[in-house]
């Protein structure tokens, strides 16, 4: 093993270098806390897909996957934080013995980040075709297309993760001057961290590498979420016939709410994401000026915010269904109700029912 060294040897205070109460409240508090929100209800949601055959559209079916893509992060993310406070008094120290242990983590986290990136914009642009393109969407959708469109998000978001992971992947260690006191004998005077293979331009690159699937999709949901509220607000108001709304009012009723639906979840989701994308837009800047804009304070409290805040992001989506959509609510209900429920047939959101046979083998039609 490399012994320590004047280029791997730091001096850091207390303060520095251990976790306070902020920490133990976020790392054991606030972090399992949006684990299980997140794991229930985006397993719920799921299980509502699964089971009611209504539900079983184009654009739940996006929102399956990418309630698998939140699935994943929020757990490795959660794990992988509550294991290293467990494992080390030292917020730095990551509790893994090799290299393969901060490949798998980096690898599977960032497939997960950048397929909700792809994710969420598949579907605004579904919504925006389906909203102000209806005939042609109506022509082009299908199951082949959908299935098609979201293997080509997961391997292209498989790729990206690749391309970034070498900047997460070396296990190497860091040597601590602690100062000459007695309150810090009893520290370790070595920490783990995933650190960049030995290549200058790695680093610099997966700046880059985060920061351009995340500001190209918000550039696109923003372009295509305006277009589609002017679009509903464009249209004339319909007209009930007699006691009975007509089947056009129905559907385009839904399709509007889901529309609603789907730009507010979309806005809070890269309210979210933000807080970490702008820490990693401050990076580059940095690097490239070769100056600091920030404090380390300050760097510190943001990086923390947008920890939070992405896990966080990963647990929301299945309540706004909720909050927002009375159609997403009452098959919540209808699920989760103790009578028996069966698969209807129907179509959500104004879009064709999608069969997929991607679920067990008694339920052929999927999402």
């Given amino acids: 093993m490399e012994s320590c060294n004047i280029n791997n040897t730091f001096e850091w205070s207390y303060e520095e270098a251990l976790y306070n109460s902020h920490h133990k409240w976020l ?63 030292l917020k730095f120290d990551v509790p893994y013995k090799s290299s393969l242990g901060c490949v798998i983590f980096t690898l599977f986290t960032y497939i997960s980040v950048f397929s909700s990136f792809a994710l969420i914009t598949l579907v605004i642009v579904e919504r925006y075709f389906a909203t102000c393109k209806p005939l042609y969407h109506r022509i082009v959708s299908g199951r082949s297309r959908s299935i098609k469109l979201v293997i080509a998000t997961w391997f292209t ?27 810090f004998v009893s520290l370790p005077t070595k920490v783990n961290i995933c650190s960049s293979i030995a290549y200058r331009w790695i680093p610099p690159l997966s700046l880059y590498i985060q920061a351009i699937p995340f500001w190209s999709a918000l550039l696109v949901n923003v372009i295509l979420s305006i277009n ?92 706004i269904y909720n909050v927002t959509n009375s159609r997403y609510r009452a098959a919540f209900a209808k699920c989760f109700s103790c009578t028996n429920v069966e698969g209807g047939s129907g179509n959500n959101g104004g879009t064709q029912t999608l069969q997929i046979s991607l679920i067990p083998a008694n339920h052929k039609q999927k999402n």
């Fill in 27 to 89: 790392q054991l508090g606030v972090l399992p806390l949006l684990m299980i929100v997140g794991v229930v209800g985006n397993l719920g949601f799921l299980f509502v897909l699964f089971k009611l055959q209504q539900m079983r559209s184009i654009t739940n079916f996006y929102l399956g996957n990418l309630a698998v893509a939140d699935l994943s992060f929020i757990t490795l993310m959660a794990i992988h934080y509550i294991w290293s406070y467990v494992y080390s008094d």
């Fill in 228 to 319: 589609i509220i002017m679009t509903l607000h464009r249209r004339e108001p319909l007209t009930e016939i007699g006691n009975q709304k007509s089947t056009k009012l129905k559907t385009d009723t839904t399709r509007n709410q889901v529309a609603k639906m789907l730009i507010v979840n979309n806005a809070t989701f890269f309210l979210f994401a933000g807080p970490f994308q702008v820490m990693n837009l401050i990076q580059i800047i940095e690097h490239h000026y070769g100056s600091y804009l920030i404090g380390d304070f300050a760097h510190t409290i943001l990086l923390w915010v947008g920890r939070v805040a992405a896990i966080a992001n990963s647990a929301v989506n299945p309540i």
């Fill in 157 to 183: 978001s498989i790729v990206f993760a690749a391309i970034y992971t070498p900047s997460q992947s070396s296990l190497k260690f860091l040597c601590i001057k602690w100062p000459e006191s007695e309150l």
